[in-house]
């Protein structure tokens, strides 16, 4: 199991540009998440899915996009990068079983000049 | 929505010493409470969770308690070693719901 994988690892956008975040996960998982982390303020939830075809909106999801076609691949997608952006990018997903933790990806770190 | 507020910020400890974190979270329905360590450049990983069924639960040198009735929930490290050098963060959610929603983070220090 390769568990949740994220790509790519480090990305530099102009403010402006758009570009998509991978996110796969090898283990069946029907939940998954994207967070963002910034200093001080913890990880904050971008968008989540509950399942291929469905998606959510979390605390934060103002310029960007998601989807979920298949169980495994959950991308997110930056429409028009803006400064604000800067930050570093978690793909997270678990099993729809009842109360389990999450598995989170190594992570992006994406900076917006 | 919940909202979970974790303290300290920081926390510097000698090596050997105790460690406390401790969070509060405002809905009284959330039931379940993981705790993540973070180590610098790294991603989080799940540590410790408690349900809401539970009042204690020990792993090793690492416990979380919990209370109900006040909404707080604590993460005890006994015997720290300068490999529990991290950020540690407290989580909360509900049942049936997506949304697991972290606190802030505990920068801990554990000096030889």
């Known amino acids: 199991n390769a568990g949740v994988t994220q790509t790519p690892k480090f990305q530099v956008l102009k403010t402006g540009q758009s570009m998509t975040l991978q996110c796969a996960q090898d283990?069946?998982?029907?939940?998954m998440s994207w967070y963002r982390q910034d200093p001080g303020m913890g990880l904050r939830l971008i968008h989540y899915?509950?399942?291929?075809?469905?998606?959510d909106q979390g605390e934060v999801p103002n310029g960007y996009n998601v989807s979920r076609s298949t169980t495994e691949d959950f991308p997110l997608r930056l429409l028009s990068a803006a400064p604000s952006q800067t930050s570093v990018y978690f793909c997270?997903?678990?099993?729809?079983?009842?109360?389990?933790?999450?598995?989170f990806g190594s992570g992006t770190r994406l900076t917006v000049v | 929505g919940e909202n979970v507020e974790q303290h300290p910020s920081t926390l510097s400890v000698q090596e050997g010493d105790s460690a406390v974190i401790k969070c509060t979270y405002s809905?009284?329905?959330?039931?379940?409470f993981p705790w993540y360590k973070q180590e610098l450049g790294k991603r989080p990983q799940l540590i410790i969770d408690?349900?809401?069924?539970?009042g204690e639960k020990k792993d090793q040198r690492i416990a979380v308690t919990l209370n109900k009735t006040a909404k707080h929930f604590s993460l005890h490290i006994t015997e720290t070693q300068p490999e529990d050098s991290a950020v540690y963060f407290c989580?909360?959610?509900?049942?049936?719901?997506?949304?697991?929603?972290f606190g802030t983070g505990t920068r801990l220090l554990v000096s030889p």
């Open positions: 283990m069946n998982h029907e939940y």
């Open positions: 989580a909360a959610s509900i049942t049936g719901f997506q949304k697991l929603v």
């Open positions: 408690i349900r809401s069924n539970v």
């Open positions: 899915s509950v399942g291929a075809g469905i998606t």
């Open positions: 997270a997903s678990r099993t729809g079983q009842v109360n389990y933790g999450y598995t």
């Open positions: 809905d009284s329905a959330s039931n379940y």
